[in-house]
């Protein structure tokens, strides 16, 4: 008996690799003509629960950026939440309370700046500290989702199957 491989068949008797140019090649040319027919080459084994889980977390965490990375709105004005403009707004936020009659030029989403008191440019902080926690929260719980499938009772195929569901 044969069963097909990457690069010829294998002899299942003695696990002989067979190619093309080896004279047992003409063995199972005949074998062939006799009419027998050589097994399939067994699939390629599937991913692991640990490299599916990995994917999954790193798509997790590629929408919490996302998310974290677009826009949130103050009393109606849209304002970027990318870390330059945040790491600008902490260090603002930070001033503001030294400075609380200083006007503060904050750049609004659209690229135009717009006039903020301390206690506004405050309360944009508050707003975006939240976001990131939510953003965070929300991480968080998918992760534990997807590590109780992975460490969950089934067989690896079950548990891709579900963690590839999630």
Same mark, same amino acid.
């Given at each position: 008996?044969?069963?097909?491989? !990457?690069?010829?068949?294998l002899r299942i008797a003695d696990g002989l690799a067979i190619t093309r140019d080896m004279a047992e090649w003409?063995?199972?040319r005949a074998w062939l003509k006799a009419g027998?027919? $050589?097994? !399939?080459? $067994?699939? $390629? $084994?599937?991913p692991t629960v640990a490299e599916?889980?990995?994917?999954i977390k790193t +798509?997790?965490? /590629?929408? +919490?950026?996302?998310?974290?990375n677009g826009v949130a709105k103050l009393n109606g004005t849209n304002f970027r939440t990318d870390y330059p403009f945040v790491l600008s707004l902490l260090s603002m936020?930070?001033? /503001?309370?030294? /400075? !609380?009659?200083r006007v503060f030029k904050v750049k609004r989403a659209n690229g135009n700046y717009i006039n903020f008191t301390a206690?506004?440019?405050g309360s944009l902080a508050v707003l975006h500290g939240e976001r990131? /926690?939510?953003c965070m929260d929300n991480e968080a719980a998918h992760f534990a989702a997807v590590n109780a499938i992975a460490a969950g009772s089934g067989t690896v195929r079950e548990k891709v199957s579900a963690l590839r569901d999630y």
């Open positions: 008996m044969y069963r097909l491989s !990457p690069r010829g068949v003409q063995e199972y027998n027919v $050589p097994q !399939p080459q $067994p699939a $390629p $084994p599937g599916v889980l990995e994917k +798509r997790i965490t /590629a929408r +919490r950026d996302a998310v974290m936020s930070t001033y /503001a309370k030294t /400075a !609380p009659a206690d506004q440019v990131v /926690a939510r």
